[in-house]
């Protein structure tokens, strides 16, 4: 079946640091893959995607390359700041013609302090 | 351009009590569907639909969920009755282009 795992956190970096998140998946053919971003108090938002292979999908300085041979789909950004704490949120898309579904990882909390 | 509309944005309840949850989506988007996010995890998809059709159903617990977007716009979601498992966020999402679009989400508390 369809899955997605994300690296645990919560993780806690100081400002500027570099940011890794890592996320995998299992899934039958070739699913476009999602980072979905949930501030606090706020809905989710698409961070970025990537539909096939060795994409790479960027926004706000997040970047993230879906890497068939590792199945990895793994976000990075080279300098966080305090307004990128969230929760961050992998994810899959795989499905018959209309049926566009999604699947979630568990998420990772991301807190950045000055 | 608006986003999409949930309302209420807090409830609480009692063990089998009943409670519905409403959903607006972006004007014009086809696509609607129900998350339900546990404390810790990330959204599991309840439904689909489909302008006013349903796409994907399987994991909804029909004993005691049920959904209805009757003119293929706005659509509800109802527990009836409600279990303390059921505590939760209820996301709504819609799209056009394969992108979705979540609301802030309904949060669910069943005492």
């Known amino acids: 079946g369809n899955s997605v795992t994300q690296m645990e956190g919560p993780v806690t970096l100081s400002e500027e640091a570099f940011l890794t998140i890592n996320c995998t998946y299992t899934?039958?053919?070739?699913?476009?893959l999602f980072w979905y971003v949930q501030y606090p108090g706020e809905g989710l938002q698409l961070l970025l995607k990537?539909?096939?292979?060795?994409d790479k999908g960027s926004n706000k300085g997040f970047e993230a390359t879906y890497r068939k041979e590792t199945t990895s789909f793994h976000l990075e950004k080279g300098s966080v700041q305090v307004s990128d704490s969230a929760v961050y949120f992998c994810?899959?898309?795989?499905?018959?013609?209309?049926?566009?579904?999604?699947?979630f990882g568990t998420g990772t909390r991301l807190t950045v302090i000055p | 351009e608006a986003g999409v509309a949930q309302s209420p944005r807090y409830k609480i309840i009692e063990k089998r009590q009943s409670v519905a949850f409403w959903c607006n989506p972006i004007?014009?988007?086809?696509?609607l569907y129900w998350y339900q996010q546990i404390l810790g995890q990330g959204p599991k998809l309840l439904i689909q639909?489909?302008?006013?059709?349903?796409?994907?159903d399987s994991q909804l617990p029909k004993d005691r969920f049920s959904a209805e977007r009757l003119k293929g716009v706005d659509s509800t979601l109802k527990i009836q009755p409600a279990k303390l498992e059921d505590s939760a966020v209820y996301l709504c999402?819609?799209?056009?282009?394969?992108?979705?679009?979540f609301g802030p989400g309904t949060r669910l508390l069943v005492l």
């Open positions: 999402a819609s799209s056009s282009d394969r992108a979705q679009y």
């Open positions: 899934a039958t053919g070739y699913p476009s």
């Open positions: 990537a539909t096939k292979a060795d």
């Open positions: 994810a899959l898309r795989w499905g018959l013609a209309g049926a566009n579904n999604l699947f």
């Open positions: 004007s014009g988007h086809a696509t």
């Open positions: 639909f489909q302008n006013n059709g349903v796409v994907d």
